[in-house]
């Protein structure tokens, strides 16, 4: 099993533009997790999914939209980047409710100029 | 609601020395504890975890931590440093039941002195 991956591993944006950053697991695992991490902040859920069609907003959510149309895919879009969105960003899953531990991707490293 | 806060953003300690890392907790209902190890450029991995059952927690790389309920504190420790327990370590809290979501603290990382 390859795991958790998120893709690209890094990308610089412009003010204004957008991206959306793509993680994958193949692990057959319902709950799915963004979070961004900034230096001396921990992390920060920004949106989760249960399961297929269904996500819910985390802590910061603004100016992200997720999706989640198969099990597999939990893509993270930013619509017109700000500075302030600069920051690493890791996806993570787990198995069910009922289970604790949530396995995380690499991270994409995004700086927004 | 459940916050985590960890003392010392950064610690030092020689290799073979004692490693202590704390984190204390709050929360409005029971918690559920975490620890996790970041190494540089890659993501978290689960140390260990506390569920309720047995409170002294055994973990893995030789790692374990204690959950007190009268200091509201679940810190982490190793009795003997090693070069590669060099990262950063995170305390996470979550409310009872896998369905509650995970409370991060701001990290601690450690580094090793030969």
């Known amino acids: 099993n390859a795991g958790v991956t998120q893709t690209p591993k890094f990308r610089i944006l412009k003010i204004g533009q957008s991206m959306t950053l793509q993680c994958t697991q193949d692990m057959n695992h319902n709950y799915m997790y963004w979070y961004r991490q900034d230096p001396g902040m921990g992390l920060k859920l920004i949106y989760y999914?249960?399961?297929?069609?269904?996500?819910d907003k985390g802590e910061v959510p603004n100016g992200y939209n997720v999706s989640r149309s198969t099990t597999e895919d939990f893509p993270l879009r930013l619509e017109l980047a700000a500075p302030s969105q600069t920051s690493v960003y890791f996806c993570?899953?787990?198995?069910?409710?009922?289970?604790?531990?949530?396995?995380f991707g690499p991270g994409t490293r995004l700086t927004v100029t | 609601a459940q916050s985590v806060t960890q003392l010392g953003s950064h610690v030092s300690v020689s290799e073979g020395a004692l490693v202590l890392l704390r984190c204390n907790y709050s929360s409005s209902v029971p918690p559920y504890l975490f620890w996790y190890v970041q190494y540089p450029n890659q993501g978290l991995q689960l140390l260990l975890k506390y569920t309720s059952a047995a409170t002294l927690v055994k973990g893995i790389n030789g790692f374990e931590a204690e959950f007190k309920k009268s200091e509201t504190s679940f810190h982490l420790t190793k009795p003997s440093a090693h070069m590669s327990d060099a990262a950063e370590y995170f305390c996470?809290?979550?409310?009872?039941?896998?369905?509650?979501?995970?409370?991060f603290g701001t990290g601690t990382r450690l580094t090793i002195i030969p």
């Open positions: 999914s249960v399961g297929a069609g269904i996500t």
């Open positions: 996470a809290v979550s409310g009872a039941g896998g369905n509650e979501k995970l409370t």
């Open positions: 993570a899953s787990k198995l069910s409710g009922n289970s604790y531990e949530q396995y």
